[in-house]
């Protein structure tokens, strides 16, 4: 294997805050790369501190030994933008090509942002401009969701590959598990909670599912860590006035301690829309081992389909509570559920498996 071949620059755009998910990606990917003989190589354009000019500037002298090298170039639209409309990444992408790197674009977002302002429909159409032409213009892509879920691939969409995410949390094996006694209050945890319009909704669905548990269990207790839980413990402890249910609101915690977290849990629920394979805070339920409960479109399909998952239709939060209700008082169910999202991250979701089907692609592209 050639130092060029052997070599993967990952580019990246603008940082996230607090939390970076792409990042994280990026990072634990070349962990689980080097493993295999490869080397990846984490680079960002800061263009928000220097603007876009200056970046590209940068960007075409640092790239001047690239030639030949594969370059995994990340896209969000917000990564490119300040408000989501991502044009200059096409800018990106064309000095690489001038530069002879063979480009690889990873499509952390698949779908252009909704809403029905005319800004909304400008943003729209701009980025599913952005997203055709750069998929056109790559040896190949990424997506994390299956590609027949992408509406605005060709068809067929012979260079598009889907390899789920992993988790941003180190898995918690069965021998790192808590040891129970079975005298614990039995805890449902809630991983990032939206930061916007839609917490209400959110913070309705689940206190309403935390509530009919405590009609049917002992003790109840709702965690909620990770972003946008701080900010909206004010609501939950407001819903969740006049109950048993105990509550807290943990906050932006490290990696590890949310992995020992979830690993104590007894259920995960997700209802930031539906659960997707490109949710890295619903795989990182799977990854912990921990039965996972939420919204989906009809049935569960690919890796989710043979995890530990329970869907429920978006939107029905009694739905949600009686699935919530059912795994927490049935232990069969609660161990099949456990046993079978081992068995899921083993296969799909673990950062070796996903380094395995990035090898595979780098040998097809």
Request: net charge positive; proline share 5%; glycine share 10%.
């Amino acid at each position: 294997m050639s130092a060029e071949s052997s070599t993967l620059i990952a580019l990246l755009g603008r940082r996230d805050s607090p939390t970076d998910g792409v990042d994280d990606y990026c990072r634990l990917l070349g962990i689980a790369m080097e493993a295999r003989g490869y080397k990846v190589e984490m680079v960002r354009v800061t263009w928000e501190g220097m603007g876009w000019v200056r970046a590209w500037t940068r960007l075409w002298q640092e790239s001047r030994e690239w030639k030949g090298k594969w370059a995994l170039v990340q896209y969000t639209a917000l990564m490119w933008s300040r408000h989501g409309l991502p044009l200059a990444f096409l800018g990106v992408l064309l000095i690489l090509k001038a530069r002879g790197v063979r480009l690889i674009t990873i499509f952390h977002d698949v779908a252009p942002y909704p809403g029905r302002r005319m800004i909304d429909r400008i943003r729209r159409a701009c980025q599913l401009w952005v997203l055709r032409r750069a998929y056109g213009w790559s040896r190949a892509s990424v997506l994390p969701v299956p590609n027949e879920q992408v509406s605005w691939l060709p068809r067929p969409a012979t260079k598009a590959r889907f390899i789920p995410v992993g988790p941003n949390v180190p898995a918690i094996t069965r021998a790192a598990r808590s040891a129970r006694n079975g005298n614990e209050p039995k805890t449902i945890a809630v991983f990032v909670v939206t930061d916007g319009g839609n917490i209400s909704q959110e913070v309705a669905a689940i206190t309403q599912a935390a509530r009919a548990a405590s009609q049917h269990v002992p003790q109840v207790r709702l965690l909620t860590l990770g972003r946008g839980s701080r900010e909206s413990e004010p609501e939950f402890r407001k819903a969740l006035a006049g109950s048993s249910v105990g509550y807290q609101a943990l906050g932006i915690l490290s990696a590890e301690e949310v992995s020992m977290v979830l690993s104590g849990c007894d259920i995960s629920l997700f209802v930031r829309g539906r659960i997707t394979t490109q949710r890295g805070s619903a795989i990182a339920s799977i990854a912990c081992d921990v039965p996972l409960v939420g919204y989906a479109d009809g049935c569960l399909s690919g890796p989710l389909a043979e995890a530990g998952v329970v869907g429920v239709p978006q939107g029905d939060r009694q739905g949600l509570a009686e699935a919530v209700v059912k795994v927490l008082t049935n232990d069969c169910l609660w161990l099949d559920l456990h046993q079978r999202s081992q068995r899921a991250y083993d296969k799909y979701f673990s950062w070796e498996a996903i380094a395995g089907r990035f090898v595979e692609l780098l040998g097809d592209a």
